[in-house]
């Protein structure tokens, strides 16, 4: 099986975010891509929001499989 290499353009990419989720998804998006492991109460703490606003908007971009 072949393994391929996708390159995605990040701009593209945040755009995406900010049409689903708003600027708090591009946020949490920017914040992720540079923390990968990072839970959403670090995340929250770290972006200054609420725990329940970051966990609906990671639900949301998980329901549209974009994370």
């Given amino acids: 099986m072949l393994d391929f290499l996708l390159i995605v353009d990040e701009d593209a990419v945040i755009e995406v975010m900010r049409l689903v989720g708003g600027e708090d998804a591009v946020n949490i998006v ?3 891509m540079k923390n990968p492991s990072k839970s959403d109460e670090e995340i929250a703490s770290a972006l ?4 329940k606003d ?4 990671l639900h949301k971009l998980i329901d549209y499989s974009l994370i």
């Fill in 54 to 57: 970051v966990r609906k908007i």
């Fill in 48 to 51: 200054g929001m609420n725990v």
């Fill in 30 to 32: 920017k914040f992720l």
